[in-house]
């Protein structure tokens, strides 16, 4: 194995990780505060780290040139509409023990990608591939029917970031430049939010709780941080190992969620889980397959 794609395994296998468990267990840690004000911290923090990134590695010009094409600004904005809409989605399970539907989101997510790629992009397909994306369509039928067993969660997360990932295929924009732009576009919707929830007094960020106003503003890093040692892990180890990489992220979602968390777990999720993850088996497959003929 050459040395770059060994590292680049590391990269993506760290990012993966971090997306798994200390995310996880720094968001848990941060429930405190509630879903909307998490939702609102993520984004304010996430926009301003991204604002140092890009100071640090001198992406300003990219920045710019971006912000002067229109029809790239208008895809951006959908995109952190729904980045927002996932995030929302995404902390309202951890906070209301739900990760092992989280899970199943992105179990589903990267074959709801080769399905939305398939359909709107015309993107080449095989038999492997069509079979992973009909025990998806299964799996979620199958849950469906034993409604009280369907993971909402999940499938808003995975049918979110499935359609951000299509619309950001659509336009050339390196990730980490994207999601400045996006952040800062949804920013102010959250300082409004947070205006109005802290007529109240319903908030827990102060400046006079330095302690409280540092844990929420990790919330920025907790993001960026793991986006780029994952984007770094493409980079060297390129996209087919990076794809398999990814499966870390769900596989610890659900092992925190199932075993540390103690959620309910029922036996329509378990057949639904399982069906999932022979998908999620075919997919890698195929994955590996593509690798090997590249």
């Not at 971006?66 to 906070?95: E, H």
């Not at 844990?215 to 180890?237: C, D, I, N, R």
């Amino acid at each position: 194995m050459k040395k770059n794609t060994l590292h680049g395994i590391l990269y993506g296998a760290s990012g993966s990780l971090w997306w798994g468990t200390l995310g996880v267990l720094y968001f848990k840690s941060a429930a405190f505060a509630g879903p909307i004000e998490l939702v609102i911290h993520r984004t304010v923090w996430t926009a301003f780290t991204l604002i140092i990134t890009t100071s640090l590695f001198s992406k300003w010009n990219i920045f710019f040139s971006i912000a002067k094409k229109r029809k790239q600004l208008i895809y951006l904005l959908i995109t952190g509409i729904l980045i927002f809409c996932n995030w929302s989605t995404w902390i309202y399970a951890v906070v209301t023990n739900k990760l092992i539907d989280a899970s199943f989101g992105y179990f589903i997510m990267p074959i709801l990608s080769v399905f939305f790629g398939i359909i709107f992009l015309q993107e080449t397909y095989n038999k492997q591939k069509i079979l992973s994306v009909s025990l998806v369509i299964i799996s979620i039928i199958y849950l469906l029917i034993n409604f009280g067993s369907v993971p909402w969660t999940g499938l808003i997360v995975a049918f979110t970031w499935a359609t951000y990932s299509l619309l950001r295929k659509k336009i050339n924009v390196e990730s980490d430049i994207g999601l400045l732009i996006e952040s800062l576009f949804v920013t102010p919707i959250a300082l409004i939010v947070f205006y109005f929830i802290s007529l109240d007094g319903n908030y827990y960020f102060s400046l006079t709780d330095p302690k409280i106003a540092f844990w929420l503003f990790l919330a920025g890093p907790m993001t960026v941080v793991p986006l780029f040692l994952f984007l770094k892990g493409v980079e060297l180890a390129g996209l087919g190992n990076s794809g398999m990489i990814f499966f870390i992220t769900p596989t610890c979602q659900f092992l925190l969620g199932l075993f540390y968390y103690n959620e309910y777990f029922d036996f329509n999720k378990l057949i639904g889980f399982i069906i999932i993850w022979i998908a999620v088996a075919i997919y890698l497959h195929d994955l590996s397959r593509e690798k090997i003929r590249n």
